[in-house]
Every structure is written in C-alpha cells, then in structure tokens.
C-alpha cells in the first residue's frame, strides 16, 4: 500500500513557476514508477509526465514539454515537477500516481494521491 500526498499548488501569473511535490508513504517508494496528471474542469485527466524507478528516465506531454521537469528523491519518498513558463492553459487539478510503468496511460497506475490545484492567471 503506498499513500500518496501531493503539495505546492496555489495561483500564480502566466510565465511563473512552481514545484510540487508528491510525498509517498511505505518503504517501497523506489519500486514504482511515478506519473504526474492533470485535470481541468470539464476535461478528461491528462498525462504530464513520467520517471522510472531510478529516476534515470522521464518522459513527458508534448503540451509541457521543454517548461516542465520530474524528479524523484528516494531517500525522501518524494517525487517533485517543477513547472517553468506556466500558461494559463496549466490550470488544472495535478495528481501525482504509483505505479510500475512510466507511462501515460491512468489506469495502469495503482495508487493517486488526491490532487493539488493549479491555477495560471493571464
């Protein structure tokens, strides 16, 4: 069981930054891969991007790709994404999930935390 708890949203102008972190419970948080996701209103939840298990690789949405960066730190069971150059188009519910493949598919993601707002004002 691993428990997921995702932190750092809040509102900021279009062309700022900020980081979220996702902190991970259990001692098997270097076992999964973690995925980012993002949810707007009246939209389907959308894949950001991805790390491996070592954090060796990482994969990303064309949308945010070249502004945004995933890292991991398994000595702190946390995973971050740094977002740079936000648009207001970023705006969306962010969820950070566990699961064995960085890939950009949901339901192949076992454990979700309960999401972090973000909101880019113009």
């Known amino acids: 069981q691993v428990q997921l708890v995702e932190s750092g949203g809040g509102l900021v102008q279009a062309g700022g930054s900020l980081r979220l972190s996702c902190a991970a419970s259990g001692r098997t948080f270097s076992s999964y891969a973690m995925g980012w996701f993002r949810q707007a209103p009246g939209k389907e939840r959308e894949f950001v991007g991805a790390?491996?298990?070592?954090?060796?690789?990482?994969y990303y949405a064309n949308s945010v790709k070249g502004r945004f960066t995933i890292s991991r730190d398994n000595a702190k069971n946390t995973v971050y994404l740094q977002m740079n150059s936000l648009k207001p188009e970023d705006t969306a519910v962010y969820y950070c999930?566990?699961?064995?493949?960085?890939?950009?598919?949901?339901?192949?993601?076992?454990?979700w935390g309960q999401g972090t707002q973000v909101t880019v004002s113009s």
């Open positions: 999930a566990a699961g064995r493949v960085p890939v950009g598919t949901p339901i192949l993601y076992e454990y």
């Open positions: 790390i491996s298990q070592n954090g060796g690789s990482t």
